[in-house]
């Protein structure tokens, strides 16, 4: 049984599309692998050391230019590559936007301390914004308009999202970001040049409590940026693009019509 569930796993990500490095000079090593289960179907990217970001792009005759930086969570031990990512950025192209899946940092297997999540979340938030920063260098390349490139992250993703939207500089500065049921960043240094940001928990989420997504919505909102922020009643933790039931399987009808809102898609 070991061996059959290592074999389709291994298998299931041979399938995956090769993503781009994002630090292609770093002498960095390569331990990263996927775990399926075991009880469940989730399939779990782990012991990512080499960054990478993975392109979707959608159909010529229906692309609008904009681009969303998609971050999947995992707690900065694993990245939950389906429902956080790939799925996100598929769901992406509907819309006529390009969907940027990055593989960032995380902890290797068998770390707990918090030095090591310290390290982790650093990496990852280096990770996003230099993902950030190659979308937009190569905007003509991939047909996007430099002014309508986003980034969206789930959980540890969130965090992402949310710091790359305090801390950038005009080379990796998001035009808008999307933090999904976040961890909070440590510090919320909202600059006067952020842009809006769009924030989404469920009140029943046990490991990321929705309050975490207060906090930065008032920060925002203090610093006279747009927000906007839904709490679903029910919907739980780790929901992506996962339907359920919930009232959280809307939520990216939402972030459709926010963006839409912003001018970043038509209406």
Same mark, same amino acid.
């Given at each position: 049984m070991?061996r ?5 796993a ?8 090769v ?13 990263e692998?996927?775990?399926i289960?075991p ?7 782990h012991? $990512?050391t080499?960054?990478?970001?993975? =392109?979707f ?20 031990r ?12 598929k769901w992406?192209n509907?819309l006529?936007v ?5 593989? /960032?940092? $995380? ?17 990852g ?33 969130? /965090?992402?999202a949310?710091y790359a939207?305090?801390?950038?500089n ?8 999307a933090?999904? /049921?976040? #961890? ?11 842009? =809006?940001?769009?924030? $989404? ?5 046990r490991?990321?409590?929705a309050?975490?997504s207060?906090?930065? /919505?008032? #920060?925002?909102?203090? #610093?006279?940026?747009p ?23 809307s939520w ?16």
């Open positions: 070991v059959t569930f290592f074999f389709l291994a298998t299931a990500f041979a399938a995956d599309p993503g781009i490095p994002i630090w292609p000079d770093a002498n960095l090593p390569d331990r692998g996927i775990q289960g009880n469940d179907n989730i399939r779990r990217v012991d $990512v080499r960054p990478t970001i993975t =392109p792009l959608p159909p010529a005759g229906k692309a609008n230019g904009a681009a969303v930086i998609v971050l999947p969570g995992g707690g900065w694993i990245l939950a590559i389906d429902k956080e990512g790939y799925d996100v950025a992406l509907t006529g390009a969907g940027f899946v990055v593989k /960032y940092r $995380v902890m290797a297997t068998g770390k707990t301390a918090a030095a090591d999540r310290d390290e982790a979340k650093r990496n938030v280096l990770d996003s914004l230099e993902a950030i920063r190659i979308v937009r260098s190569r905007a003509k390349e991939w047909g996007l308009d430099p002014k309508k490139i986003g980034v969206t992250g789930f959980s540890a993703g969130g /965090y992402h949310a939207a305090m801390q950038f005009s080379e990796n500065r998001p035009d808008f970001a933090p999904i /049921y976040p #961890a909070v960043p440590e510090k919320l240094d909202v600059p006067t040049n952020a842009p =809006p940001i769009f924030l $989404v928990a469920a009140d029943d989420d490991l990321t409590a309050g975490n207060v906090p930065i /919505y008032l #920060a925002f909102k203090t #610093a006279k940026i927000a906007e922020m839904h709490i679903f009643a029910k919907g739980g933790h780790g929901f992506g693009m996962t339907k359920s039931g919930a009232p959280t399987d990216p009808e939402r972030f459709a019509d926010w963006m839409a809102g912003l001018g970043v898609l038509k209406r």
